[in-house]
């Protein structure tokens, strides 16, 4: 009550008043929930549900329905590995609407709930709308500017794919933005526990660790000393030095080509370069690329797996 008079006095217009966070349900505390919407009578109610937990999440949802009436569903995490799928029981339980999601700690990371991008991430087929927007919003536009002018002059070096990384990095955790990329999450899954901040590290070491002509024109390292001394600056194996290179090669021709194209047309051309990783006969399957490694032959026949199963669904949604 003195924070909403305190707000009043001062001329703000909203008020956020957030409870304990309850995993269980508590009659006591439920009870002093409803004293502080009869004492308060906020404009809104949200239940705020952690998408990790699944069919708790569920019950909670209607327990705080019946003691509350709810406005709408704040889902949070989806950040980390839940895909959202407890969205559609919550809705169902309570009646009211998911209003937003949350993908992060911060306040920025709070998004409006559009039910068709988080089908797409239930069903593992990505969400390029909201990775377009978050990218707009994030990237130094004027740096995307003068890579633009850079790709119609025919130039791309890896100085430019660095830069390239590090806008990337604003995105978020690389985890959540290979999730956001249709086709890209079988790619997640696979990986695993990997470190693919680690290994864009590595990546940043190796380019480091060359000169500026090297940068410039990587397909001049093809001799063993070149690449030897760099592996040692860089403190990774001689196979991830050109393991680059040749991945970069791949790359280099698909950024050219995407001078002139907008952001959504680009990330159409990042899902055919991903498609091509996962071809074992195409030139750019063969670094494994942002891990740093090979793939196994269990790995190999992990994402095998995987491709079989996305086609399989594909298939399903043509018959639709």
């Not at 949200?46 to 998408?51: G, K, R």
Request: hydrophobic share 40%.
């Amino acid at each position: 009550q003195a924070g909403v008079a305190r707000a009043k006095k001062e001329g703000i217009s909203t008020v956020i008043l957030d409870t304990a966070g309850r995993l269980a349900i508590d009659e006591a505390l439920m009870q002093e929930l409803s004293r502080i919407d009869r004492t308060v009578g906020p404009d809104q109610v949200y239940l705020v549900v952690d998408a990790m937990t699944g069919q708790d999440a569920v019950r909670s949802a209607a327990a705080f329905q019946e003691a509350l009436e709810l406005d709408g569903v704040i889902m949070t995490k989806l950040d980390g590995d839940a895909r959202g799928g407890a969205a559609l029981s919550v809705k169902s339980v309570t009646g009211v609407p998911i209003k937003f999601i949350g993908t992060g700690e911060q306040i920025e990371a709070l998004e409006d709930f559009h039910p068709e991008r988080l089908a797409g991430r239930i069903l593992g087929m990505g969400d390029v709308v909201s990775l377009v927007e978050e990218a707009q919003r994030k990237f130094d536009q004027d740096e995307m500017k003068r890579q633009e002018e850079r790709l119609k002059a025919g130039e791309f070096t890896l100085d430019d794919f660095k830069k390239m990384l590090l806008q990337t990095r604003r995105l978020g955790p690389l985890g959540k933005v290979l999730g956001m990329i249709p086709g890209m999450g079988g790619m997640q899954e696979m990986l695993g526990g990997a470190d693919l901040e680690k290994d864009m590290n590595r990546l940043f070491g190796i380019i480091d660790s060359m000169t500026p002509d090297e940068r410039r024109n990587p397909s001049r390292i093809v001799d063993q000393s070149r690449r030897r001394r760099i592996a040692a600056g860089a403190g990774v194996e001689l196979q991830e030095v050109g393991d680059l290179v040749k991945q970069f090669d791949g790359m280099a021709s698909m950024m050219k080509g995407m001078a002139g194209l907008g952001m959504r047309e680009r990330m159409q051309q990042v899902q055919r370069l991903q498609t091509q990783m996962q071809n074992p006969n195409a030139r750019i399957a063969k670094p494994k690329g942002d891990t740093g490694r090979r793939l196994t032959a269990d790995e190999r026949r992990k994402l095998k797996k995987l491709r079989d199963k996305d086609a399989r669904r594909k298939k399903r949604g043509d018959g639709d």
